[in-house]
């Protein structure tokens, strides 16, 4: 059984692993990068899936790759709507 699975679904799974545990860690650290870092895990975990033929999980990968782009896209909005006003110009 597992030792049927060829190399490179080994060290796809071993890149999932490392990039959404990447992901988790600059997510906690509220930086951005750790949604594209997810998005990227997500990906090659679907392309992962589909190549094993895990339909099921298939839909968990585009259900997850859904929340990273809405995750980024609220991030974006976040940030542009938290521009600081210079000290100048707020009339002090």
Do not use: K
Request: net charge positive; with cysteine; hydrophobic share 55%.
């Amino acid at each position: 059984m597992l030792s049927e699975l060829p190399w490179w679904h080994w060290a796809l799974q071993a890149l999932v692993l490392l990039s959404a545990y990447l992901g988790a860690e600059l997510n906690s650290r509220a930086q951005v990068r750790g949604f594209q870092v997810w998005l990227f895990s997500n990906v090659v975990s679907l392309v992962l899936h589909v190549a094993s033929g895990y339909w099921v999980l298939c839909l968990l990968d585009i259900a997850f790759v859904r929340i990273n782009l809405r995750g980024m896209r609220e991030w974006t909005r976040a940030r542009i709507g938290d521009v600081a006003v210079p000290r100048s110009a707020s009339g002090d």
